[in-house]
């Protein structure tokens, strides 16, 4: 999973979705009008803008907590130390473009009659956040770690509303997706998620210590604030990741519209065709996004037929 240290670009972020909200440069004096603690961590940089040091992980929660506040209305946002620390912008750009996906045939859909499943969502919660925010669309995290989802629920419990429309459930199949976490008889219009690309804590370290390198920083003492755990790495990385719940995906494929997930790098995609094609999927799609110089993407898949999605659309 990515990290604020790779995210972040002050200037006109014209490659971000049209409704992105953050297309244009932070207004950190707006920022810290709705969040006064922000002001603690913004100064002048070498460039002699207003900024913060987004290498400093307490500076970059506060401008993620005043994010949330000014735009999204979330007026009470925390993570424990450690914990991934979402760039807001890309965040966003996945829930527009998967709201595209929805519409590609119509309007765009909102509504909580949109109901969307959230693979690992993390003590962030920050995909349900912005989507039901933007589209109030229904959601359900799920997430293998309990901290993590008791993180996610107080933040859920402190916002007036959410806990009705997000529903968070514990994963007890550590090596499973959708089983263990999705109902006999539930029906979601799309699932998404942000899979740990990472195959080992090794892995996971060395990546870190390339971004503080990037940045220019000393060598940190530990893993950075951009993840913990299961959030970074898993055995065989993102490509086994992704199989398994393409394999699971074909055993509720009647459950479920648009299948989804982030691929973090473009070399991986012929494998993950491979595994869709065995699969049987009957429909595929790669969606390219980009955040300043960072190029990403995620792949959907359908196992419905083109009758039973318009039958599934007239039936939202």
């Given at each position: 999973m990515s990290n604020h240290l790779d995210s972040i670009n002050t200037e006109e972020k014209t490659k971000l979705h049209p409704r992105n909200k953050h297309r244009s440069r932070y207004d950190f004096k707006q920022l810290m009008l709705t969040s006064p603690l922000l002001s603690t961590y913004v100064h002048l940089n070498a460039y002699n803008d207003i900024s913060i040091d987004f290498a400093n992980p307490q500076a970059v929660k506060s401008l993620n907590r005043a994010l949330l506040k000014l735009f999204y209305n979330i007026a009470d946002w925390d993570i424990p130390p450690q914990y991934l620390c979402p760039p807001i912008p890309g965040r966003?750009?996945?829930?527009h473009y998967l709201?595209?996906?929805?519409?590609?045939?119509?309007?765009l859909p909102t509504g909580n009659h949109i109901r969307v499943l959230d693979i690992g969502t993390g003590a962030n919660v920050i995909y349900p956040l912005i989507g039901n925010r933007e589209y109030s669309w229904q959601f359900v995290g799920s997430d293998v770690d309990a901290t993590a989802l008791k993180n996610a629920q107080a933040i859920l419990n402190a916002n007036t509303g959410l806990s009705t429309e997000i529903e968070l459930r514990l994963q007890n199949l550590p090596n499973a997706t959708f089983r263990g976490v999705v109902?006999?008889?539930?029906?979601?219009d799309l699932t998404m998620c942000n899979p740990p690309f990472h195959a080992s804590l090794a892995d996971a370290n060395a990546g870190t210590q390339r971004k503080w390198q990037n940045?220019?920083?000393a060598k940190p003492s530990k893993l950075n604030f951009g993840g913990h755990g299961t959030e970074l790495y898993c055995e065989g990385g993102e490509v086994a990741f992704i199989s398994?719940?393409?394999a699971e995906s074909f055993y509720i494929s009647s459950q479920c519209y648009w299948f989804t997930t982030l691929v973090s790098k473009a070399s991986n995609l012929p494998q993950i065709y491979k595994v869709l094609k065995k699969a049987g999927a009957v429909q595929v799609k790669t969606i390219n996004m980009a955040?300043?110089?960072?190029?990403?993407?995620f792949v959907a898949w359908?196992?419905?037929?083109?009758?039973?999605?318009n039958d599934w659309l007239k039936k939202q």
């Amino acid at each position: 999973m990515s990290n604020h240290l790779d995210s972040i670009n002050t200037e006109e972020k014209t490659k971000l979705h049209p409704r992105n909200k953050h297309r244009s440069r932070y207004d950190f004096k707006q920022l810290m009008l709705t969040s006064p603690l922000l002001s603690t961590y913004v100064h002048l940089n070498a460039y002699n803008d207003i900024s913060i040091d987004f290498a400093n992980p307490q500076a970059v929660k506060s401008l993620n907590r005043a994010l949330l506040k000014l735009f999204y209305n979330i007026a009470d946002w925390d993570i424990p130390p450690q914990y991934l620390c979402p760039p807001i912008p890309g965040r966003a750009d996945y829930i527009h473009y998967l709201a595209d996906l929805l519409a590609s045939t119509g309007n765009l859909p909102t509504g909580n009659h949109i109901r969307v499943l959230d693979i690992g969502t993390g003590a962030n919660v920050i995909y349900p956040l912005i989507g039901n925010r933007e589209y109030s669309w229904q959601f359900v995290g799920s997430d293998v770690d309990a901290t993590a989802l008791k993180n996610a629920q107080a933040i859920l419990n402190a916002n007036t509303g959410l806990s009705t429309e997000i529903e968070l459930r514990l994963q007890n199949l550590p090596n499973a997706t959708f089983r263990g976490v999705v109902k006999t008889g539930e029906h979601f219009d799309l699932t998404m998620c942000n899979p740990p690309f990472h195959a080992s804590l090794a892995d996971a370290n060395a990546g870190t210590q390339r971004k503080w390198q990037n940045l220019s920083k000393a060598k940190p003492s530990k893993l950075n604030f951009g993840g913990h755990g299961t959030e970074l790495y898993c055995e065989g990385g993102e490509v086994a990741f992704i199989s398994r719940m393409i394999a699971e995906s074909f055993y509720i494929s009647s459950q479920c519209y648009w299948f989804t997930t982030l691929v973090s790098k473009a070399s991986n995609l012929p494998q993950i065709y491979k595994v869709l094609k065995k699969a049987g999927a009957v429909q595929v799609k790669t969606i390219n996004m980009a955040q300043g110089q960072k190029q990403s993407r995620f792949v959907a898949w359908t196992f419905l037929t083109t009758g039973q999605q318009n039958d599934w659309l007239k039936k939202q």
